[in-house]
């Protein structure tokens, strides 16, 4: 059964911490082999006599470390516990038993009684006396409470005194391999707090090296933190840049396991909606062969022997989906930036959910249908991720996230006009106008009045002057200083930027010239929509903010999985 | 209302195709006014009464011309279509009707009788003598007959000369409003055979420019150039160059209407069987701090100040995922390859469908969930895209793509012992050995073989010989020369490759040593499994290749909306 793994050991189940051998033999008597060749004289004889003497206590000495031994490894096989512990092979299972493993999130109370096998993360320890060890085992956001109590010699089940010792030197987040059987209890310390396990055999399943951090201080809420100053207790903090650069063992916590499944749940739903709607996946190249549009930052590829470019959004490829006939078309992908942008919100590399549709009467079907998804991810994440919510609430206390059933959409001017009145002022600290762009600043102030005046963390402002936007961006047929345009925010901060664009070839060169656009440098995008494409709009929210907002993490890089920054490209 | 929008017409409808406007008024009289100033000569009295005949003459013409135009403008007046046809202006609608617009797709027998609006393409005219046209309108993967007849004029819903003939000139492709009743019929030239519809107002909506091809020509099977040998018919032909040139129009035929419909089906049915196992889906970065696998080529970017990678694959990202405790992650996202391989099918980006999990007992769990996976697309595929595969199928016509109920699962030696039977050779003319690599002509065989034999296109080689896998590749625990490694294949060709992973690091490094690299250049794969990783394996399809196959397209670029290889970065 053996391969070429080299460090293998073999499968019976064997006590990891030996004893210290015995010496195996006695040394060998030594002679002075260095004396001159001689009959035998007196001394000699006396020497000899002496030596061997010597010899047979020699031997005498090695018989009783022999009898010793003997007697020790008697005492050892009286471990009828030790096929119950140990470390398992590299290769665990040179066959399939089919075992159904247990998954903690499938407890409940039919399980009591119930004998069971898992693999979890060992968490913690407590032992307790010589005879007992409370132990804790993960899995993503839930923990066990396991106890090894030492048994009797008759039991079935046996837990000897050496199967504790080698229990309570196995170091924490080593994988085990458990068997026990489920009873009640009332643990405090875990998150199942109805269960625990009575072990029965615990395995080494995967070892580990030296760890950064533990998973306990990686978790813990800044109130713990503010409980050092009043009270005698000592936490580590573990900095953000050491979580990234250790984002393997930060990813363990049931904060961030609770994160991710957040993130995957806002794709699902995202999807879900739009499916529902009509809407076809597609997949856009990221590769460029020119950047797509002027003035903002791409990232250059190089190409064979050309250059390439990294696309900084969809937009084109989801026009150019709308041109080629398919009416409503959604993407989840990467979108770059090559922004030198060291915020709490920006990244180089971040996910882009992005839609665009073609308009039967009114560019307001977009904004509708954004909201629409919108929602069904807020709605879909309160009513089916409240395990996760709450397991990240432990380390990331927040205000609940409101919105409302019927969305707030709030043209431009009316935000600045509110933003005005409660005093609200621009770089230069004059009173904003209604055609001025909006600072993150005011953005944020304008968040906070909206919650206070409508109670809501979710809306849409609409109707943007035409001059703060891209040249692409359909204006009013109504008011040709504003754009059919609109920015959906949450908790202060911009989601989701969005607008009707411009289909008609020619007005689209008219506005490139308006903006100082060559274009000719634009031919590409122009010939999107000579081949007639129908009226269109659309939008695109990033993955990482939204998560981010919706659970007020503070900072994007706790929504991403393995996050990219201009300083940033490990791991 | 009007906005800014300078090739903005006016929202009432107008005729398009105006009559030449009549002269508006009498040209001036002309004197010479070079003539030197003298008294009226006799000469000049005459020329003076001429002139003035003249004079009268003229404004007897114009009086008479105003008449016609009065009469003519009159008889126009008589057009009580006027309202019916025109072309509508850039922003088509000011305000919001909510008219419901039909969708070809929900056309039944319910519908007859109907009085409908719809968007679509004008896809062909046939006119019928001077008083009836018939127009072929088309929705994505739809084409409906339209019928516009001139009626009397007494007719509520008036179609005039003028209107028919506005219609006639419009040119195909071109996006129209129609509104009209529906009616049964037997139309054999369109995908929907029976019902019409009876045209009562056309709209242009928005207008095309020069055509490169038409929808018609690129949607031609290869039996229609076979006709050309025999019967007196003509047909172009439109290269896949030409094609992907001009991808818009190209992407507008039933055909690539459906192939994409498909495509968005293979990683919604992907998804939905991997979130019915308990995976959560992640997205990792595709820019890397360092070359993800050496020696193969990976795209470069100008990284600020550095240089970045383009991922190749998101396998250490998900290995990754799995020591942080995700336990079973997938991702769909971009894969970059810098290969300059100029084949069928290869391309330098495409869409990566990739699935990692933790092993509990055997790798086999992994082989069994992606066969799972693979099953549940080609099974949803057929149970409801049937209509989708037909319409590409009118182009591509294939042999039903067959596969199992339970899927064959062939070990290595067993498939070259399939070719060596057959006589295959290697590349060299000699019998092939168990442990040689597989050539792509020795997989095709090995298809085909497979077909006769076991009647499937679709089956698994399992345990390959650990010497032609990557270095972090398990090596079976039960014969050291192979591997716990297996590719799929569809149709001949490999549309999967993966494998139980090393996650053991001190192994990985004696590996890496076997297969001569420096395990100091790979230290972050490393340090991915210090932490402690449990036993894993995984893979991943290329979506392409997947459809391509399934459909049996013949090249892979015909499976992506904008496919970019060594050679095309546009559009």
Redesign the interface.
Known sequence: ????????VQATPAPAQTETPAPTAAPAAEGDAGAAPAGPSKNELKKRAKEADKAKKAAERAAREEEEKRQREAKEAEDHAKQNYGKLP??????????I?LKFADLNEKSVGQRVTF?A?LHNMRPQGAKIVFLTF???TLTLQGVLVVSGDKDEHQVSKQMLKYATLIPT???VLVEGVIKSAEVKSCTIQNFEVGIQKIFT?????D?PFSVDDAARPESDFLRMETEDVQFARVSLPTRLD???????TPT??AI??V??AV??LF?TYL?SQGF???????????ATESGASV??????N?T?F?AQSPQL?KQ??I?????KVYE???V?R?E?SNTHRHM??F?GLDLEM?I???Y?EVLETLDSMLLAIFKGLKEKFSHEIETIRKQFPCEEFLFLEKTLVLPFKEGMQMLREAGATDSEGKPIGDMDDMSTENEKFLGRLVREKYKTDYFILDKFP?AIRPFYT???????TLSNSYDFFMRGEEILSGAQRI?????LV?RMKAAGIDPTTMS?YL??F??????HGGGGIG?ERVVMLFLKLGNIRRA?????D?KR???
């Open positions: 059964m053996s391969g070429p793994v080299s460090n293998e590299l290769h665990q299972s040179q066959e399939r038993n089919g075992q493993r693999r993360r993960r899995q993503q987040e080593t994988i399943a995967v070892e580990v090296g760890l250790n984002r393997i063992m930060d990813l363990r961030n396991q991710f499944r993130q995957s794709c699902n999807r499916d076809i996946e597609i997949h856009s190249p990221k590769l460029q062969g020119a990232f250059k590829v190089s190409y064979f050309g390439a990294l490829a150019m989906a041109a080629g006939d398919f009416e989840i992908g990467p770059f090559a030198d180089t590399e996910t073609a039967e009467e009114h307001h035409l359909m204006p009013d047929p109504s008011d040709p289909h008609d070839p020619a007005f008219e590409g010939d999107a000579k081949l007639g494409a129908p009226p993955l991403s999985l393995f996050p990219r201009p490209l490990n791991p």
